[in-house]
């Protein structure tokens, strides 16, 4: 190690420990995650054969075939499951059902491999009828009438299982391909202070003042870490003490904007880009009948509705050619200005 060149050894102490802890977590996740699917569809296909075991209670019992099928077929609706069969208690079928689209396999070891079969007795419980008060607790007595198995493919997990392992594997190639092109970066460099002044210089160049550099080492690259620091909070105070004349100076000018408003003898109605009102002077709101509380949020036309008395008909705002084109617009015809109540005024 000690006459290999800095790059290689960086190279080398980047990679060899990441290669170690990439596969240790790639092998330990996959596995697990391999192990938590065959787990799940184990689960999966022993609730379905423990809930369907019930419902198959009186179509064994009364032999009848047509509600066994049903039943079946209803559970073939389940993901995974391509087959249910019902047997009695000596292991006469009584209803068999298979899944129609479920593809056959070449040979029986491929069909067993990929098949789980999951069974759960069919039982037969007598509720005890109380016809006098006891203390004593009751058993219900139990009979078993008997099997319901389900058939449960595992093609869709192990299809799943193959993903899980060719993502696990692209995830490795992946993290060593971005460490290696890191490290090599991080290997043409002569030291870690250089590399962190020159972040935290491209951090501030950039606009992003929160970042400081981690002081701690000797000598000139001392100085100027402790230098980098004190610029980038002085750059900071300064930002801070700009943003709050700003904010300031936009409030006086919004009150005073605001006061003008208020006091002008036309009125005044704003609305945002898509024609939704914002704001109405007090005059809009006599003019128009409409309160701001009410009116705000609601589209123009609804509040302001002008009548060309040239033709007696009502005519809407053209606000879209004003932000299209962003100029103003003016009637010379004569209109009427349609209020809430109903009233109407003569406008320019």
Not at 20 to 46: K, P, Y
Not at 112 to 122: G, H, V
Not at 144 to 166: C, Y
Not at 181 to 192: D, E, H, K, P, T
Request: net charge neutral.
């Amino acid at each position: 190690m000690k006459n290999l060149s800095i790059r290689t050894q960086v190279l080398l102490v980047a990679l060899l420990p990441l290669l170690v802890i990439a596969l240790l977590l790639t092998g330990h996740f996959t596995t697990h995650r391999v192990r938590e699917l065959d787990r799940a569809l184990n689960e999966h296909g022993q609730a379905i054969a423990r809930q369907l075991a019930p419902a198959c209670e009186y179509g064994v019992f009364a032999g009848n075939r047509e509600i066994l099928a049903r039943l079946g077929e209803a559970a073939l609706r389940e993901t995974d499951v391509v087959g249910v069969t019902v047997t009695d208690d000596l292991g006469a079928v009584l209803a068999q059902v298979v899944r129609g689209d479920q593809p056959m396999m070449a040979t029986a070891a491929a069909a067993a491999s990929l098949m789980l079969t999951f069974r759960a007795p069919i039982e037969r419980s007598e509720v005890p009828v109380e016809d006098f008060q006891d203390t004593a607790p009751h058993v219900a007595a139990t009979q078993q009438l008997g099997w319901v198995m389900v058939d449960v493919s595992r093609a869709n997990t192990v299809t799943r299982q193959r993903q899980v392992l060719v993502e696990s594997l692209m995830i490795v190639f992946g993290v060593l391909a971005i460490t290696t092109v890191l490290a090599w970066r991080l290997a043409r460099n002569i030291s870690g202070p250089v590399i962190q002044l020159t972040r935290a210089v491209d951090t501030l160049r950039a606009g992003d003042l929160s970042g400081r550099v981690v002081t701690g080492s000797g000598g000139e690259l001392g100085r100027l870490e402790q230098g980098v620091n004190a610029m980038a909070e002085a750059l900071a105070d300064a930002r801070r003490r700009e943003q709050q004349h700003a904010d300031d100076t936009l409030f006086h000018e919004r009150m005073r904007a605001q006061v003008t408003l208020q006091s002008i003898g036309d009125g005044v109605i704003t609305t945002d880009a898509g024609g939704y009102i914002l704001y109405m002077n007090p005059v809009a709101e006599e003019l128009s009948g409409w309160q701001l509380a009410d009116a705000e949020g609601r589209p123009l036309a609804e509040v302001f509705r002008v009548i060309d008395e040239r033709v007696a008909q009502e005519r809407a705002y053209p606000l879209y050619l004003c932000v299209r084109d962003g100029r103003t617009l003016r009637h010379g015809n004569r209109h009427s200005l349609l209020r809430k109540d109903g009233r109407r005024f003569s406008i320019q």
